[in-house]
């Protein structure tokens, strides 16, 4: 049974980081491709980040290139996302997910299994 497990979100104010975590279980890290999604308030789900099997492509959106950073941890079989210079429309719930396939997708419907959540709120 997969399960996915977020965590490291909070409130910080604009300028700052975080780094949220993704712990994994009951899926070999190895093999498939995880991804990074938001969902704010009145809005739709959309994709934040996304690595590839092994790590060695990364996707991101245009909103967050340069600020954030995705990466696994494959001794812990963690997902990671490092989130620098945020701002306030980066505040939403934060969801790790598993992809169906090895590349970095962005489509949200290329992921089968998802976190909680964890949320991230950014003051002006």
């Known amino acids: 049974q997969v399960q996915l497990v977020e965590s490291g979100g909070g409130l910080v104010q604009a300028g700052g980081s975080l780094r949220l975590s993704c712990a994994a279980s009951?899926?070999?890290?190895?093999?498939?491709?995880m991804g990074w999604f938001r969902q704010a308030p009145g809005k739709e789900r959309e994709f934040v980040a996304a690595i590839s099997l092994i790590g060695g492509t990364t996707s991101y959106a245009d909103s967050v290139k340069g600020r954030f950073t995705i990466s696994k941890d494959y001794t812990r079989n963690t997902l990671l996302l490092q989130m620098n210079s945020l701002k306030p429309e980066d505040t939403a719930v934060y969801y790790c997910?598993?992809?169906?396939?090895?590349?970095?997708?962005?489509?949200?419907?290329?992921?089968?299994?998802w976190g909680q959540g964890t949320q991230v709120t950014v003051s002006s």
């Open positions: 009951g899926v070999t890290f190895t093999l498939y491709a």
């Open positions: 997910a598993k992809s169906r396939t090895v590349d970095a997708s962005t489509r949200l419907g290329e992921y089968d299994y």
